[in-house]
């Protein structure tokens, strides 16, 4: 059965030009006209890669620091024991702990958090978490930065907080990021969509063929997918 949409997204869809590909800085200040949630909506990029996600050497996993951050306050848990706990708090991780912690997530499948770090050390009591926190993105990983020695928390939580934002493929192939709110400015949507960019050509993987980047599409929550150009947003990137 065909999705219906309301007048309100049918009036915002029209100011999407047919068959039209967006420079970023037209689909940056296109997204903000496109909106009509009542509340400060978040934007998103969608690209589609040619990649076979059934390949472990065509994953694409990686991280973006991005200039202007996300827009949204991030919550850091903080897996550490001993005087790590306390550079971990001084740090400003909301949520810290050890075994307590670990048996809190088991037996009440606590996941009210943004991302978690560990410390090297916990790896091993934390790694049986992977059911719990796996399947949601939260599971701490060398790859995307959140595995880091006691000496790096604090730069580490600071960059999370700051707007480091990671990335990952889905099963089809496609990712999709947060990068900034509505109330952004035109061009600081543009340049987080930029820097991302930047950091998914970054983390091609060796595995894959052909054309890697096979479209982009800016959104925000609600809002029609607005298309990007993909050859001139690589070259901006």
Do not use: C, W
Not at 6 to 14: C, I, T, W
Not at 117 to 130: E, F, I, N, Q
């Amino acid at each position: 059965m065909a999705k219906q949409h309301g007048k309100k997204y049918l009036a915002a869809a029209a100011k999407v030009e047919a068959d039209r590909l967006y420079t970023p800085e037209e689909a940056a200040a296109l997204v903000k006209e496109t909106s009509f949630t009542n509340f400060d909506a978040t934007v998103e990029l969608h690209v589609r890669l040619g990649i076979d996600p059934r390949h472990a050497d065509q994953t694409v996993r990686s991280t973006a620091s991005l200039p202007h951050g996300t827009g949204k306050n991030v919550r850091v848990l903080v897996f550490a024991q001993g005087d790590t706990e306390n550079i971990a708090r001084n740090a400003g991780a909301e949520i810290v702990g050890g075994d307590e912690l670990i048996q809190r997530i088991e037996k009440e499948n606590f996941i009210d958090f943004d991302v978690a770090v560990a410390t090297p050390d916990m790896m091993g009591k934390v790694g049986r978490l992977g059911r719990i926190l796996g399947r949601r993105g939260l599971m701490p990983n060398p790859k995307s930065g959140t595995v880091v020695p006691p000496g790096d928390l604090p730069q580490a939580i600071k960059a999370l907080q700051g707007g480091r934002v990671e990335f990952r493929n889905d099963k089809t192939g496609l990712l999709h990021v947060a990068i900034g709110k509505i109330s952004f400015t035109p061009d600081q949507i543009r340049e987080n969509l930029v820097v991302l960019l930047d950091a998914i050509k970054a983390a091609k993987p060796s595995g894959s063929k052909g054309v890697y980047i096979k479209s982009l599409t800016l959104t925000s929550t609600m809002g029609p997918g607005i298309p990007l150009d993909v050859n001139v947003a690589q070259a901006t990137a």
